[in-house]
């Protein structure tokens, strides 16, 4: 079946560096989308969204851009710190399907000193 | 802090055992999600409540049971359940809407079925 997935199970980034975290996703009729950080321990915290209209977003310190003729989301944290540390999961809606936000597998960032 | 708040933060049960579940928000959300959540692996849905009422049920054994007694509260049943049901139960919240929006997630219960 469709699904949302990650490329890299685990990132490990140096302190001040930026990240990157990739998500591929399937479903042609997925029309938003959100990342989600989750810490040991906690529930999953909303970072940044972006609706299928647009291809880039910006946060405080992150980005998120949306490429959707190769169907690719990522994430982008600008020099990286500690309390990065942490599973990121993308999350999709899709369009019409209103209350199933499907998760992503996740993807572990480990930032280093 | 999050403003979805649940109880208890850890549940251990027997497999004959009945217990519940609770969660609470006040942001005036009239939406309301259980996920549950395996060791290492994304959230997954359970049910979903919209203005009080049951709109989705992902095949969920019967087992498990939801409630939403006001706009406020919902509540998880949990009655002979098994091992694999061991998990952290995460309750989420969101403005209802055509779209599902931004979700807003309590800490979790982690459930263990002995």
């Known amino acids: 079946g469709e699904s949302v997935g990650l490329h890299l199970p685990t990132l490990s980034v140096q302190e001040g560096d930026n990240s990157i975290i990739n998500c591929a996703y399937s479903n042609s009729a997925s029309d938003y989308f959100i990342w989600y950080k989750q810490e040991s321990g906690k529930g999953p915290q909303f970072i940044i969204d972006i609706r299928s209209n647009m291809d880039k977003r910006q946060g405080q310190r992150v980005t998120v851009l949306l490429n959707k003729t190769v169907k690719h989301l990522s994430l982008q944290i600008a020099a990286t710190q500690p309390g990065d540390s942490a599973v990121y999961f993308c999350a999709e809606n899709i369009l019409g399907s209103w209350g199933k936000l499907q998760f992503g597998a996740g993807t572990q960032v480990v930032v280093t000193p | 802090d999050t403003e979805v708040t649940q109880t208890p933060k850890h549940l251990v049960m027997g497999m004959t055992n009945k217990k519940s579940l609770k969660c609470e928000q006040h942001m005036g959300h009239r939406a309301m999600y259980w996920y549950k959540q395996k060791a290492k692996k994304p959230p997954e849905l359970m049910f979903v409540y919209s203005y009080e009422k049951l709109s989705i049920n992902e095949s969920v054994p019967s087992r498990f049971s939801p409630e939403c007694p006001n706009s406020s509260l919902l509540n998880l049943h949990l009655h002979a359940l098994q091992p694999e049901d061991s998990a952290l139960y995460l309750c989420?919240?969101?403005?209802?809407?055509?779209?599902?929006?931004?979700?807003?997630f309590g800490e979790g219960s982690r459930l263990t079925v002995l």
């Open positions: 989420a919240s969101s403005h209802s809407g055509a779209l599902t929006g931004e979700l807003f």
